[in-house]
Structures are given as structure tokens and as C-alpha cells.
């Protein structure tokens, strides 16, 4: 049935064959197609908008780019918070392949516990592709009311390192 060449990896189906079939892989997927972008970036959104949508906040945050995952976890992290969010729809997007980024229009269905007003907010989502996956760089708000996890939501201030004092003037020599 197998003869001892193919069952040492020198004919047919051995490892030699399977580095081969890796390496194409990965020759082929250094560059990623439009298509092959529109599809992760589709992926991405879903999963960033239904983490928010479902609370998971921790999930969401992975997606957002690493400046404003703290910000955005400290503004979530509250049990009792009265957001609530019925349904989340992607209204727009515009990819930039050649630039790695992409702009979604996204309309999130939301009230407040303690109010019971339903409201409908438009964000707009600022990606950008890393090589690796989709981050969202920037949320800012597009009309409607204010979406409370997403208001005004930046980065935190970076701590400034006090300036070097220049060196101290010698007296010239007499």
C-alpha cells in the first residue's frame, strides 16, 4: 500500500510536500486582495459592534487600538450601567485598500434602563489594518444623540517627562 519512500517523507505526501504547500500559502497571503480586506474588515466589525452590542466589553476593547482600550474599558466596566443596546447596523463603509484603512458609518439602537427612550445614534468608525487584523483607531459621533461608551473618547494623555536641564554654563577660563 505505502511503499518505505513514501512513508519517509521522499515521495508522494511526505512533509517535503506539506513545507511546499505552507510556504505558498504564505507567499500567497502576504498580500492581501480588496476582496480578501473587505471580508476581514466585515468579519472585524461584526464581531467589534456585537461584542458592544451583547456587553463585551473586554472582547470589544481587543479591536480597538491599544491607546484607547483602557479608556474604553474604564468607561464600560461598571455592572450597573444602564446602556443598553437592541441592534447595531452598518449604514456605510469605504475601504482604502492601498492605504489600509476604512471608514464604517454604524447606527446603534440604544437606551437607558432608568429612561426607557429608545435613541438611535450614527458613530463613525475609523479602521485601520495592521498586517495582522482590523483595529478600530477612532470612534467619533455622527448624528443623533451621544452614544455614552463611545463620547469623546480618547486616548489617555501621555505622562510628560520633565525637560533635561542644559548642562550648566562654566565660567569662561582667566
Known amino acids: 500500500?505505502?511503499?518505505?519512500?513514501?512513508?519517509?517523507?521522499?515521495?508522494?505526501?511526505?512533509?517535503?510536500?506539506?513545507t511546499g504547500l505552507v510556504l505558498l500559502i504564505l507567499v500567497g497571503g502576504c498580500g492581501m486582495s480588496t476582496a480578501g480586506m473587505q471580508k476581514s474588515l466585515a468579519y472585524a466589525s461584526h464581531r467589534f459592534n456585537t461584542d458592544v452590542r451583547w456587553r463585551r466589553h473586554e472582547q470589544a476593547?481587543?479591536?480597538l487600538k491599544p491607546a484607547l482600550r483602557q479608556p474604553y474599558?474604564?468607561?464600560?466596566?461598571?455592572?450597573?450601567?444602564?446602556?443598553r443596546?437592541?441592534?447595531?447596523?452598518?449604514?456605510?463603509?469605504?475601504?482604502?485598500?492601498k492605504k489600509s484603512r476604512a471608514?464604517?458609518?454604524?447606527r446603534?439602537?440604544?437606551?437607558?434602563?432608568?429612561?426607557?427612550?429608545?435613541?438611535?445614534?450614527?458613530?463613525?468608525?475609523?479602521?485601520?489594518?495592521?498586517?495582522?487584523a482590523w483595529l478600530v483607531t477612532r470612534l467619533e459621533h455622527g448624528s443623533g444623540p451621544e452614544f455614552p461608551?463611545?463620547?469623546?473618547?480618547?486616548?489617555?494623555?501621555?505622562?510628560?517627562?520633565?525637560?533635561?536641564?542644559p548642562p550648566a554654563k562654566r565660567p569662561p577660563p582667566r
Request: charged share 30%; proline share 8%.
Open 149 to 165: 461608551w463611545f463620547n469623546n473618547l480618547k486616548p489617555a494623555p501621555k505622562k510628560r517627562r520633565a525637560p533635561a536641564k
Open 61 to 63: 476593547s481587543a479591536l
Open 108 to 132: 446603534y439602537h440604544w437606551h437607558r434602563v432608568d429612561r426607557g427612550i429608545q435613541r438611535r445614534t450614527v458613530v463613525v468608525q475609523h479602521w485601520r489594518y495592521t498586517g495582522v
Open 1 to 18: 500500500m505505502f511503499s518505505k519512500e513514501s512513508s519517509e517523507g521522499v515521495g508522494r505526501g511526505g512533509p517535503g510536500r506539506w
Open 103 to 106: 471608514r464604517l458609518r454604524v
Open 73 to 83: 474599558q474604564d468607561r464600560t466596566e461598571s455592572p450597573e450601567d444602564p446602556v
Open 85 to 97: 443596546v437592541s441592534m447595531v447596523e452598518v449604514l456605510r463603509a469605504k475601504i482604502e485598500p
